[in-house]
Every structure is written in C-alpha cells, then in structure tokens.
C-alpha cells in the first residue's frame, strides 16, 4: 500500500482520515498543529497515544527536507541551502533577515520548464512539481536549524508556482493556517513568468498575496527572446490578466525586471516600459542582473540602473532597485543545485 502524503492534509482532510481509523475529531488538530511545527518523525508527537502513532507511521509518512549545502553570508548572514528530497532530487531555498523579520523564498518545482534564458533553473528542465509539504518543509527546516520565526515568504525560488497551481493553493491554504504556521497572506508573495490562465484561476481566490510578475521586458520582441512564455502569452494579454486580477482583488501588482546590458536597460525601454504599466496599480522591482555562466548576460553599471529608475518614477511608476543580499555566497537560483549536481556526478564517474 502507497503511504500518504500527511503533511500535505487539511485539518479536514485529517479529520476524514482519522474517522475512517475510528479515531476521534479532536485529534485531528492536535496532529495538524504538529505536522506543521516541523517534525520529521510520528514519534515527536508526544500527547498522540502510542498506538495511533503506530497506525499513521504505518499509512503516511511526513515529508521532509534535508540539508546536504548550508552557505551563510558574512556580508548580511543571508543563508542559502541546497535541500535533498526523498527521492534524491535537489531544490533550493534562501533565508534573508530583514528589519521587519526573516524571510524566506522557496522553491515549487524540481528544475522548471519555462525556459527564461537569464536564469539557472531551467536549464535542465521540469523534473517534477514539489508537493504542499515539501514547501512547507523549506520553511520549518529553516526555522529550526536557526531557531527563528519565518514572517514572510517568496514563492519565488526554483519553479513556476502556476505551473504547479494545485500544490501552490493548497501550500498557501496550509502555510496560513492558524493552526499551523499562521503566516498572514499579506505576507506571501507569488512570482509567476506570466502563466495567463494560471492568474485567472488564482483570481478566482482572491487571496490577498503580492502577486509578482517577472515582466524583464517592455515589448514582445525583446521579451520573446528572453522568455519562452511570451510566445504563448504576449505582454499585452499578461497585463490585460493582471488588470482583470486587480479588479478582483484590489491589491497592488510587482513586476521583477532584470537589468541586463545592453538588451533592456536603454532609455527607450523605460519610457516604453512605463506606457505599458500605466493604468495598473503597481511597483517596478528592478534587478542587476545575475551572472549565469551559460549566458553571456552582464548587468549594467550603477549609473545606468540609477538612470532607468528615475526615467520610470519620472514617468509616474513606482519604483526600486533590489537590494543584493548573500552577494558572498552565490548565486541565482538553480546554480547551487547545478553545482551540486555536477559534484555528485563527478564523484560517480571517478
């Protein structure tokens, strides 16, 4: 018999599954509190009687992440882990400290197909789309290896969350809970390539999240040549989603643009880029952009950065230029598990 996912169940979900076990309703909370506190075995879950223990170590198992590379900065103490699944796959995660409290950004597949040619984690692929619980491991794995409280969260690591839409939602639903986690929706940000009719369906949610748009580009030419999405949905039909989004939802949008020399950091592209967002309640994140080795992409002196924002606040976009935190310790998302990878199967061919 396949064992089952526990850590991804609903506190409803639990209660139907402990009925079926003749098991009272009220234990049901009690093991959803410890599922999300961050265990990794049934045995931790000390007020549960022994034999119940037994019959879910029996039937489920807790999904868990565990640390094979821990890189901390000396610059602003940013940590950046490579996690390894129980199937043997890698993702990545990040924890920043910030004046308002940690954050943590969290990867939502093995590897991603979108193709965006300026990031690492595509190069390889979709290996698969991580589970609920396997979110929520990133999390709980970085609270106790630093004995912190996680505030906020990215869902803007390794993986396109629209890509993997029904895990995403039932992460968001878990992460929220107050019986668990209790991280406030206002406080989780979503980065999507522009998945159109995954906005639609989150739409239909109206969670109030930050919905964050990695746009890197103020026209279908060039963004054609940058993101593989943009031929299926061009910019004019991503914007007109993230309109009818914000009808529904009332929330301010994000839009992430990489700076990259000489492909999208002119003059030009700015005021372009500012006609385009007028009308949508928004901020620009822009971002000098990340050196990956299988591109030839170099970010533009500060100057120039400095330039492109103020062209876009001139024009009446909000704006501002991401802070780098771990600059010492590496890299954009998806080169830590490249790397790590690459170790291993030089390792195996020795």
């Avoid at 639990?14 to 003749?22: R, Y």
Wanted: hydrophobic content about 35%.
């Amino acid at each position: 018999m396949e064992k089952q996912d526990i850590r991804s169940f609903s506190i409803d979900e639990l209660t139907g599954f402990l009925d079926d076990l003749s098991q009272p309703k009220f234990r049901a909370k009690q093991i959803f509190k410890w599922l999300q506190s961050g265990i990794e075995d049934f045995s931790e879950m000390t007020n549960i009687p022994n034999s119940l223990r037994e019959i879910l170590n029996e039937k489920c198992y807790i999904a868990n992440v565990k640390i094979v590379k821990k890189f901390v900065s000396k610059i602003d103490g940013t940590v950046k882990y490579v996690y390894e699944l129980f199937d043997g796959e890698f993702i990545e995660s990040v924890l920043m400290k910030y004046e308002h409290g940690y954050t943590v950004c969290i990867s939502t597949q093995v590897g991603c197909r979108m193709g965006c040619s300026f990031c690492a984690s595509g190069l390889d692929g979709l290996y698969r789309n991580l589970t609920a619980s396997e979110m929520l491991a990133q999390i709980t794995k970085a609270q106790t290896d630093n004995n912190i409280r996680v505030s906020n969260v990215v869902m803007m690591g390794m993986g396109e969350p629209l890509d993997n839409f029904d895990n995403s939602i039932k992460f968001l639903e878990l992460v929220s809970h107050d019986e668990g986690l209790n991280i406030g929706l206002r406080h989780i940000s979503l980065s999507t390539s522009g998945v159109v009719n995954g906005i639609e369906k989150l739409a239909k949610y109206n969670f109030p999240i930050t919905l964050s748009i990695s746009l890197h580009a103020p026209n279908d030419k060039i963004r054609n040549s940058m993101m593989r999405v943009n031929k299926k949905w061009n910019i004019d039909a991503l914007l007109n989603a993230c309109k009818e989004y914000q009808k529904v939802t009332t929330r301010r949008i994000s839009f992430e643009y990489a700076l990259i020399e000489g492909v999208n950091d002119s003059n030009e592209c700015a005021d372009e880029l500012a006609r385009k967002l007028k009308g949508i309640m928004c901020h620009v994140n822009l971002i000098p952009a990340n050196p990956v080795k299988e591109n030839s992409f170099k970010k533009p002196n500060i100057q120039k950065i400095l330039r492109f924002k103020e062209r876009l606040k001139y024009n009446g976009i909000n704006a501002t230029v991401r802070r780098t935190l771990g600059a010492d310790i590496d890299a954009s998302c998806g080169q830590l598990r490249r790397k790590h990878k690459e170790v291993l199967l030089d390792d195996n061919t020795q």
